[in-house]
């Protein structure tokens, strides 16, 4: 089955109540029995919900996989990967990855006795000099937020293998429409929902996706045990956001190239992160393991003060400023101040995330009014 016809049909069966076809939305917390642990299938919905089960069969449908399950929020998500980890464990992450996954890492875990290294992977390979024997998990985001550097995920599986180390990815900003990890290597992968699974900014919610049956099995457990589901109402508008899933991402890479290519070429502005562009870090990578190169775009400015940055955040009318990405319309994020805030200074400007810095969640509107906008707001 291909991509297109998988978002609408993967996974997914009529009802058997009623054979409507898209999942009811089951509202309820329990279920009758008819004798104790005698049930058809659902007892109690923190553990199983049947419009909750819909969109985990639809998630590892999508990514390849075979067990899905579906998250309160991506950090929900993230969490229960981490709670695989015990004490005196390390973990090997990108240096550039989403603040609020730095966050849960340095601010909570590593308070649990567990150690993290934050390494630059573009030269993948690099990685296995901070291999040791107390390695359990290797995180990786690619595209990387906000800098959206490329890491070679064949690589870095052949790594993982190699030493035993469960291997995880951040599929957030290329969706499975643009490239599926596990096809790649990976044993985890983690969607933030909220983002282009949903696709119209109305729901938080988070997702993993494996292929092994005893890993699915102690997440599983880890979802159940501590909790941090969602609910039937979001399960159903994440279902509905998957069966929009490929048009919607013809259209964000569509207009993310065009927006990419106005903006290396605007006179205020100084870079442009893209991985579409030829010079773009492992550009090669990302052409071999991705099908396009998304609606996510990130720019500094000639004049790299704060000052000017927040100016034209504000003269953008278009543009939504506003935290998240991924849905219809377009936003902008100032990731110093916003996404990223909870990163040091210091750490933040090493990896390029400085004042000046913007990034772009490039929706599916008209892209020349998206370019007029950007033309308006950067005339300063």
């Known amino acids: ?32 029995q008819a004798q104790p642990g005698k049930h058809k299938g659902y007892a109690y919905s923190r553990t199983h919900n049947p ?62 006795g567990i150690k993290f290294h934050f390494v630059n992977m573009e030269e993948a390979m690099s990685i296995e000099n901070y291999v040791t024997s107390k390695t359990k998990l290797i995180w990786i985001e690619t595209p990387t937020n906000p800098m959206m550097n490329i890491i070679d995920i064949e690589v870095i599986a052949d790594i993982a293998k190699k030493h035993s180390i469960l291997f995880a990815i951040d599929n957030t900003f290329a969706t499975p429409y643009l490239q599926t990890p596990l096809d790649l ?30 890993l699915a099995k102690q997440l599983y457990f880890i979802q159940n045990a501590s909790g941090a589901i969602c609910g039937p109402q979001d399960a159903f508008l994440v279902l509905r956001g998957i069966k929009t899933l490929a048009v919607r991402m013809q259209r964000h ?14 006179s ?19 052409k071999s393991q991705m099908k396009d190169y998304g609606g996510m775009v990130s ?14 955040l504000e003269n953008l009318r278009v543009f939504t400023l506003a935290e998240s990405l991924g849905g219809v319309e377009s936003l902008v994020g100032h990731p110093a101040s916003m996404t990223h805030g909870s990163i040091p ?23 020349e009014d998206l370019i007029e906008d950007l033309e308006q707001a950067l005339d300063f």
């Open 253 to 266: 890479c569509e207009n993310g190239a065009a927006i990419a290519k106005y903006l290396a070429s605007h």
């Open 51 to 112: 419009t909750r089960h819909a969109l985990e069969s639809a998630f590892a449908s999508l990514e390849n996989g075979k067990f899905g399950l579906a998250f309160g929020s991506g950090l929900a998500a993230i969490d229960a990967v981490l709670k695989l980890l015990k004490p005196y464990d390390e973990v090997i992450s990108t240096s550039d990855l989403y603040g609020g996954t730095y966050r849960l890492f340095t601010n909570i875990y590593k308070d649990f």
């Open 185 to 214: 290597g990976a044993d985890i992968v983690m969607h933030s929902a909220t983002k282009y699974l949903g696709g119209h900014s109305d729901v938080i919610m988070g997702a993993l996706v494996v292929n092994d049956e005893e």
């Open 268 to 286: 205020n502005v100084k870079d442009v992160y893209w991985p579409g562009f030829d010079n773009h870090p492992n550009h090669t990578v990302a």
């Open 299 to 312: 720019f500094t400015l000639i004049s790299e003060t704060y000052e000017t940055a927040i100016k034209v």
């Open 1 to 32: 089955m291909k991509f297109n016809t998988k978002a609408i049909h993967g996974g997914q069966k009529p009802d058997k109540a009623f054979s409507s076809v898209m999942p009811p939305i089951y509202q309820t917390s329990t279920y009758a």
């Open 345 to 367: 200074k210091k750490d933040r400007e090493s990896l390029g995330i400085v004042d000046s810095l913007i990034r772009l969640s490039v929706g599916i509107e008209d892209k």
